[in-house]
């Protein structure tokens, strides 16, 4: 598909939304450099796409430990009818601008809500950076008539409480879990994950081994989560204290075991820790499979030894292991970054002749191989491809291609691309997709069409995240619209977002040159309240 078809299916009526963006882009204060797009790409399944960006490769009983999103979506089947009833409560609430138990059930009074537990589970799913909102929407569920909450909805609520830190609210959920006999290792993995992410690694580990006081006997697969969820976060060095203090004490390690902590190293770019398990691994009379290949295939691809890689995957086939999709899209993803078309090409036609089933997550590799190096009317006709032979393209896919277009500074068809999403079944921008506008528009220094964007977002039922909304305000510090920025650092707060110290050192130098020293002490007195608070309900 050429990029004149491409955009010729925007309805008129979208095209004529977008801006004239003729101003050369400038570069931002506080650190609005169009590179911190990165962290914005989320994988919920399958490979990375072209973006260097963490793959994750599971075995199936670490699978269990998957971010909130893909759990919800493997359990939750996309029931059209739900999910629209679940953004129009969405939508209500946050016009209430209130977070309260109170303010909820005020706002839902007369909206004739059929509570169910796929709808509360779809609605605290979006709710996820409202950790405050969520829990007032679960407890007003609760007390509807006929209504019980099942554990899918606590373990949504613990993830949406976690994100906030708010782990004294997360046990007394865990305690309730337990009281209603649906508590189960989920829950406290769960706990032990956000725990991991909020740099509080001592105490997951203490959550894991709590869960025997809660009458749950720890099996290998528990210990290898653990060790999942330690490696993920960033603490693969406390994994391998973990490992090396229960080897063979508490757990005798499997291949599973050591393929955690090969990744962990690998997202680390130590290929001699890696190493140093690999033969700890080969010692213990364990071979590597496809799974351990893929992931040191990776883990080369990472620290751009691509042709290391290459041999690894020719050691597979010596083997006889035959490689798995996600092998092909490592070295699709690998040799696109470094623009080595040619062969990202080659590895693209032989995982479409390998009898695997064909899957959105490599194409969309290759969607951002050709995005590499700007070929942008090949990648338009993937996409083409893609839709004929009903395989996607989904959201991700258009990420990738904004990501691409942004950092070229194609602005206005990155708005095109933005604006088809919105009217393409599948494709409809998620929060990253809208952060990601809200971050191109305040780099271009073009603050009300951001605001545009944003308030498209609210409009969705969308509740922006802690990245959007620190983008937005050091936007307005940059702009001087002082007011606007305490709004919006107000409604984080309102949200239970605990905001990052940098974003308020900016806020209050800029405060603080304007002589608004009253307005800082006042923001500072509610900053330290949400921080100190704990919440109840």
């Not at 920025?485 to 309102?494: G, K, R, S, V, W």
Request: aromatic share 8%; proline share 3%.
């Amino acid at each position: 598909m050429g990029l004149r078809r491409f955009l010729s299916l925007i309805p008129k009526t979208s095209r004529t939304l977008i801006p004239s963006l003729h101003n050369p882009t400038k570069s931002m204060k506080n650190g609005h450099q169009i590179h911190r797009l990165l962290p914005l790409f989320r994988i919920y399944t399958g490979c990375s796409s072209s973006l260097p960006i963490n793959r994750s490769i599971h075995y199936d009983s670490v699978n269990t430990h998957v971010n909130s999103n893909a759990n919800h979506q493997n359990r939750n089947p996309q029931n059209p009818e739900i999910i629209q009833e679940a953004e129009r409560i969405c939508k209500i609430l946050l016009k209430s601008n209130d977070v309260s138990t109170k303010g909820v059930a005020d706002a839902l009074s007369s909206a004739s809500v059929n509570v169910g537990p796929l709808l509360v589970d779809e609605v605290i799913t979006k709710l996820r950076n409202s950790g405050v909102l969520a829990l007032s929407f679960f407890r007003w569920a609760e007390k509807q008539n006929g209504f019980g909450h099942t554990a899918e909805s606590y373990h949504g609520m613990i993830e949406a409480l976690g994100k906030i830190k708010q782990f004294k609210m997360v046990w007394i959920l865990v305690d309730e879990l337990k009281n209603k006999g649906l508590l189960c290792k989920e829950a406290f993995a769960l706990v032990s994950r956000r725990f991991a992410r909020a740099r509080k690694v001592k105490e997951a580990i203490e959550a894991f081994e709590r869960m025997e006081k809660y009458g749950l006997m720890h099996e290998l697969q528990d210990f290898n989560r653990l060790l999942d969820t330690l490696s993920k976060s960033r603490h693969v060095g406390k994994a391998q204290e973990v490992f090396d203090k229960w080897k063979n004490r508490k757990f005798k390690p499997n291949i599973k075991s050591y393929t955690i902590l090969l990744e962990g190293w690998g997202q680390e770019k130590n290929l001699l820790r890696l190493n140093e398990v690999y033969r700890e691994m080969m010692a213990d009379g364990i071979e590597p499979d496809v799974v351990s290949y893929g992931i040191m295939i990776h883990a080369h691809c990472k620290v751009k030894k691509y042709d290391e890689a290459i041999e690894l995957l020719h050691e597979m086939e010596r083997k006889k292991i035959k490689a798995t999709p996600h092998v092909y899209c490592t070295l699709i993803n690998g040799l696109g970054s470094e623009k080595r078309l040619v062969e990202a090409l080659k590895y693209f036609e032989l995982y479409k002749g390998s009898g695997f089933h064909l899957e959105v997550f490599t194409y969309n590799a290759m969607v951002g191989a050709y995005c590499w190096s700007l070929r942008m009317e090949d990648a338009y006709k993937l996409v083409d491809e893609m839709r004929r032979s009903k395989i996607g393209p989904n959201t991700r896919t258009f990420d990738i291609i904004l990501h691409h277009l942004i950092k070229a500074k194609k602005t206005n068809e990155a708005y095109s691309v933005f604006q088809k999403m919105s009217n393409d079944p599948g494709c409809e921008p998620t929060a990253s997709t809208f952060e990601i506008m809200v971050r191109m528009f305040c780099n271009e220094d073009r603050t009300d069409m951001a605001l545009r964007v944003w308030d498209q977002m609210k409009a969705k039922g969308v509740l922006p995240g802690m990245h959007s909304f620190s983008t937005l305000i050091n936007s307005f510090c940059h702009e001087n619209r002082l007011d606007d920025a305490c709004i919006y650092f107000q409604e984080m707060l309102d949200m239970g977002m605990r905001p990052p110290l940098p974003l308020f050192d900016n806020l209050k130098r800029a405060l603080l040159d304007e002589g608004k020293e009253d307005t800082v002490k006042a923001l500072w007195r509610k900053l330290e309240n949400l921080r100190k608070s704990s919440l109840v309900g």
